[in-house]
């Protein structure tokens, strides 16, 4: 069994899909999806995506290179989250690439994030590019450790991915793991502990090797599992496991009969 910790099925090119998308999923043996929201204004698309799917789950936030539309306060952002199919808040975060003036709104939107996750108990998903140092600060300032989340998409260094593992979080890995060119992130996901990893696909985005450039989807995902095994010298089977268990874990999801 594989899990898609991170994916946006809601937009456009992959929703088109329907049915054909789930059913590529099921044939690549990937049994649940997280989509994760980006904004309040596409949160019920998200979540007529979850209603219809008794394997997908989703999150409630806003991204941080996010410019228009509603910036929800931590009290907005726990009544939205009480939707049963809710499991975590984000994606959030700070993402100094897209906004290289490093504005003030982006840490205060990541601070409400934080604060609504503590609130309603649900853990976090951190988008962080660029901001390392900034992204641990806030982190640490708003007590995230005490709830716990993943740090999605990862593409910085080792020191990062320690300060986040300190920080009571896991590391997820995308299709990037596969590039050629990622060697600081072959790096990390040999070094971060089993027990703390998970896959994603970020899709529509980072189609794994050998789709790199193409339209991702969740049944990429053991592109990603698959890389990482490599990498390790252990078995796929592992990482899919042990990336499984991690997401049940981490969103207090129970785990299905075999
Ligand atoms: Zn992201
Ligand atoms: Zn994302």
Redesign the pocket.
């Known amino acids: 069994m594989y899990i898609d910790s ?1 994916c946006h099925i809601d937009f456009e090119d992959l929703a088109n899909q329907g049915d054909a998308l789930f059913d590529a999923m099921r044939d690549a043996g990937v049994d649940y999806a997280l989509c ?1 929201a980006v904004s309040v204004e596409r949160l019920p698309g998200v979540l007529a995506i979850a209603e219809a799917r008794p394997n997908v789950f989703c999150s409630v936030g806003v ?1 941080p290179e996010h410019t228009e539309g509603e910036d929800p306060k931590a009290e907005r952002l726990v009544e939205l989250a009480k939707h049963p199919k809710v499991v975590a808040i984000g ?1 959030t ?1 700070l993402d100094y690439y897209w906004h290289k003036d490093q504005p003030e709104w982006q840490r205060e939107r990541f601070r409400q994030h934080i604060r609504a996750a503590r609130t309603c108990g649900k853990p976090l998903i951190i ?1 962080t590019r660029e901001a390392q140092a900034d992204t641990l600060r806030l982190m640490r300032e708003e007590g995230a450790d005490q709830i716990g989340g993943v740090m ?2 990862f593409t910085e260094d080792w020191e990062m991915a320690q300060g986040a593992l300190d920080l009571n979080f896991y590391i997820s890995f995308s299709g990037i793991v596969t590039f050629k060119n990622a060697a600081q992130i072959k790096d990390v996901a040999t070094r971060v502990p089993l027990d703390r990893m998970l896959i994603e696909t ?1 899709s529509p985005y980072l189609a794994p090797v050998p789709y790199r450039g193409k339209l991702n989807q969740p049944a990429y995902v053991p592109h990603v599992a698959a890389e990482i095994a490599k990498l390790r010298g252990i078995e796929v089977e592992e990482v899919a496991h042990a990336s499984s268990e991690n997401f049940f874990k981490l969103f207090a999801l129970a785990r299905p009969q075999s």
């Open positions: 991170h994760a991204h994606e975060g988008h999605h998409c970020d």
